[in-house]
Each structure stands twice: as C-alpha cells, then as structure tokens.
C-alpha cells in the first residue's frame, strides 16, 4: 500500500509526502518509486490563510525517496523533510531527489502529524 504523510509546523504551513512505501519498520536503505512526490501549502502570517501549493515529483536524479529508521523519517536526499521521531521537530534542506529547494527555512517545530494508508 502507499501512505500520504502530512505534517503541521507552528506557521500554519503544512507539508506532505505521498509514499508508495508504507513506513512501518526501520530500514537501512531508501524506498519508494518515482510516483512519490512531496507537497506544500504555505499560509499568510498575518491571516493563516493558504496562499501557495507547491507540488515536487521525482527527478529521476536518484532514488532516495522514503527512509523509515529509527530515529526519525526521511524523505528525499538533502533531506527535503526529515521528521524526528518525537514528531515535534522537522527540517528541510535543498533536495535532488525532488528538486526542490529547502521546503522551510532550518529547524521547524511540528504542531500536527497526520497519516493516511491509501490503497
């Protein structure tokens, strides 16, 4: 099955993977294909309403896509969205996997999580 992670950061952004692996158990390697993509849904500061979607698909520059480990999740190389396992901090980088630039500016503290399995 795939899963669609999306995460909630104190700004009132909200950012998103769409995985064709289920993370479930840690690994050691990257999975998922290129139908993963990521997603982002940036907000005004001063009225919280959406304002921007960004959608970043594969770029067949690798295959980093999904990387379920211990410690926290990671999803695309640089990474484009590592969440911690605590589930309240996350941050983004530069990404080839995506091509996309660093989804929010250093470390970011997580005020929602939801996961959805999609068959």
Known sequence: GHCLIIIKLDDGSCYGAFSSHVPSQPQRTYKGNSRDFLFAMRTDPHTNEYVSFSQ???????????????????????????????????????????????????????????????S
Not at 85 to 104: I, M, N, Q, V, Y
């Open 56 to 118: 970043y698909r594969a770029t067949g520059m690798n295959t980093n896509f999904t990387l379920p480990e211990t410690s926290h999740l990671t999803f695309g190389s640089g990474p484009a969205m590592r969440i911690v396992a605590d589930l309240h901090t996350a941050r983004s980088s530069k990404c080839e996997t995506f091509g996309c630039p660093p989804l929010w500016d250093g470390e970011a503290s997580v005020l929602d999580v939801e996961v959805y399995a999609v």
